[in-house]
C-alpha cells in the first residue's frame, strides 16, 4: 500500500512539472519584469543581453523551477 502511495505522490509531482512554464522566463524573453521601480535593474539587465542570452537564462530559470518541484 505505501508502494502504491508513493507511486501516486510521483505522478502528481511529474503532473505538477508538466504545468509549466513559470511567469520568469517570459519575463526574460519577452519585456522584461513588470515596469516598477524595485525591477529597474533587472529590466536595465535584460535589456542589454541579446536575444540567445535571453534564451540561455531563461531556460536555466525553467530548469531551476522544474528540479524545484521535484
Do not use: H
Not at 517570459?26 to 535571453?54: A, F, M, Y
Amino acid at each position: 500500500m505505501e508502494e502504491q502511495a508513493l507511486e501516486l505522490y510521483k505522478e502528481f509531482i511529474d503532473d505538477l512539472v508538466e504545468l509549466r512554464p513559470s511567469v520568469y522566463p517570459r519575463w526574460i524573453t519577452g519585456n522584461g519584469w513588470p515596469k516598477t521601480e524595485e525591477n529597474e535593474k533587472i529590466n536595465r539587465v535584460l535589456s542589454e543581453l541579446t536575444k540567445e542570452q535571453k534564451e540561455v537564462i531563461a531556460l536555466i530559470v525553467q530548469s531551476a523551477r522544474d528540479s524545484g518541484i521535484q
